[in-house]
């Protein structure tokens, strides 16, 4: 009777403190808030600013870039009513609030008035903070392909066109005559020609930047004055190897590519690997003076069918008067059937300098593959430019 008393007594009490638990759990589920519920007790406050990934947060920053998240750190800044970098406002769909921290994706939109500070504002204040979104510079690469048609457009290849105005403070030019801008995203731009535009035409890319400092740069359209081989009549080319060589004209060409009014040179062929295959270009050099390599690029017009690409398994690689290097580094190029304008540094592929105007010079073609390939492109309109 004693036993069974006492383990009576035992599971009441077990029965009583399971209740008392069960109590207490329900009140402090009553009276708890998650973070982002936590009413503002004053004005925002930042005290630093870090990278989300830096969820340690070891290392504050004092500048950010466009679309990158942050993790602004603080006080009071729940019911966040506007956040702005450098006077863009933040996307406030975007962003989580707890108190004291609030994840935020700066906005992708570059402000040019550059006051460099965050302005978080609630109900209660607002808090500014030195932050600076550094503003960058625009780069203009080139175009795409120089040999475009006259009357079609051409792509300029660069970086942050997007935010730089085209169409508005900044502008694309021959001579007085501005040209009409097509689409414009962060590393291109499109620009159409007009019919009557000539071969060796200048245009010419107007910007301005944040400190409304104006810029310009100049690019030739269809850069005929210096081609190092002209019409082709005057060059040896002399091919060794299974790789197979012809002079071709543009009505060769079925993919609807730009007619570039010259021949070019049609590289195809099953290659076996490790097979060598030379082409050698060899006439005197044009009226132009090379002094110093490393200032200069050798251009080109390069045009794969589709379904071969140039890969890392089919090096073509180029060398100028014998030298002792063979130079084009790239991973795989495919121009899907049109001309794309390549341009490769100089100096690697001339270590034995180039020729002076009027003296023999050659140009040695190699392709090399790694392993058993086909090959189907086409070279033309090779010169060498200035930087």
Same mark, same amino acid.
């Given at each position: 009777?004693i ?54 947060k070891?290392t ?24 702005r ?18 994840i ?50 051409i ?78 009549s ?8 299974? &790789?197979? /060589?012809t ?5 060769? +060409?079925?993919?609807?590519? $730009?007619? *570039?009014?010259? %021949?070019? @040179? ?45 890969q ?29 304008t ?22 040695? &073609?190699? /392709? ?6 086909? +090959?189907?492109?086409?070279? $033309?309109? *090779?010169?060498? %430019?200035? @930087?």
């Open positions: 009777m036993m069974k008393t006492s383990n009576r007594l035992l599971i009441a009490l077990c029965c009583a403190w399971a209740c008392m638990s069960c109590d207490n759990l329900v009140n402090y589920n009553d009276t708890y808030l998650p973070a982002e519920q936590i009413k503002n007790t004053g004005a925002p406050e930042i005290h630093a600013v870090y990278d989300v990934a830096d969820t340690e070891t504050p920053i004092t500048q950010g870039e466009l679309n990158q998240m942050v993790r602004i750190v603080g006080e009071n800044l729940n019911e966040a009513v506007s956040i970098f450098n006077t863009i406002e933040v996307d406030m769909q975007e962003i989580y609030t707890m108190g004291k921290e609030a935020v994706r700066i906005p992708n939109v570059l402000s040019r008035e550059q006051v460099n500070a965050i302005e978080y504002t609630t109900s209660l204040g607002t808090a500014t903070y030195d932050f600076l979104i550094p503003f960058p510079a625009l780069q203009v690469r080139g175009m795409e392909n120089e040999f475009a048609n006259a009357g079609d457009s792509v300029l290849l660069g970086q942050h066109f997007d935010i730089y105005d085209f169409g508005g403070s900044s502008f694309v030019s021959i001579g007085e005559q501005q040209l009409p801008i097509g689409m414009v995203a962060e590393d291109r731009m499109s620009v159409y020609l007009p019919e009557d535009i000539a071969e060796n035409t200048a245009i010419t890319v107007h910007w301005t930047n944040e400190k409304n400092e104006a810029f310009a740069k100049d690019f030739t359209f269809r850069p005929t004055r210096y081609l190092l081989y002209g019409d082709w005057d060059t040896q080319v002399n091919v060794s190897g299974p &790789l197979k /060589v002079k071709e004209s543009d009505d060769a +060409i079925t993919t609807g590519a $730009a007619w *570039l009014n010259r %021949e070019h @040179l049609h590289l195809q062929g099953s290659l076996g690997a490790w097979s060598w295959n030379t082409i050698d270009l060899s006439r005197n050099m044009i009226d132009q003076t090379v002094e110093n390599p490393e200032e200069w690029v050798l251009k080109f017009e390069l045009l794969t069918a589709e379904n071969f690409p140039l890392e398994i089919i090096p073509l690689q180029f060398c100028f008067n014998w030298g002792d290097t063979y130079a084009w580094e790239f991973t795989t190029v495919n121009t899907f059937g049109q001309w794309r390549m341009s490769l540094p100089l100096a690697p592929m001339a270590t034995k300098g180039i020729s002076a105007a009027g003296a023999w010079q050659t140009l040695r &073609l190699v /392709v090399q593959p790694t392993q058993a390939c086909d +090959i189907d492109c086409r070279i $033309a309109n *090779l010169r060498l %430019e200035k @930087l």
